[in-house]
């Protein structure tokens, strides 16, 4: 199924979206949207677009683990989202994602305009990833 991910931002949204193997996550895109309202519907009509079977939104959490503002927002966010599309929405731990982001996008020699405007679309791909990961470990019989 195909799975797409958030990288939410205050003013940038990063989007990913896996293919329906459920294998490699892509950029899909960055949406700048600062109304919270106006961005779950943006998000919900890409999700249908993109014939999404579930979200899954960056939970931006302290390296403490604890959680802020911004981890709220976040929580918010994919509660809505999950209402306005009838989807599945499951928070994904995204500390150092935009880390990575920037380390891919280094090695790639990716710069300036450019890469400000697709790092939160790389962030949501991190997060993506390592959510699709996860899914095939738990798929997989234990070893005894």
Request: a positive charge.
């Amino acid at each position: 199924m195909k799975i797409i991910a958030v990288d939410l931002g205050k003013v940038r949204t990063g989007l990913a979206v896996c293919d329906p193997q459920e294998y490699l996550a892509s950029p899909l895109q960055v949406v700048e949207e600062r109304n919270g309202d106006r961005l779950v519907q943006t998000v919900a009509r890409i999700a249908r677009e993109q014939e999404a079977g579930h979200l899954v939104v960056g939970l931006p959490r302290n390296m403490d683990g604890s959680e802020g503002e911004s981890a709220q927002n976040a929580r918010l966010f994919a509660k809505r989202l999950e209402e306005e599309t009838g989807l599945p929405v499951s928070l994904r731990d995204e500390r150092g994602t935009t880390i990575t982001a920037h380390h891919h996008l280094n090695q790639t020699n990716t710069r300036g305009k450019k890469r400000k405007a697709v790092v939160d679309a790389v962030a949501a791909v991190v997060i993506l990833q390592d959510f699709l990961e996860q899914r095939r470990r738990e798929r997989q019989p234990s070893a005894k």
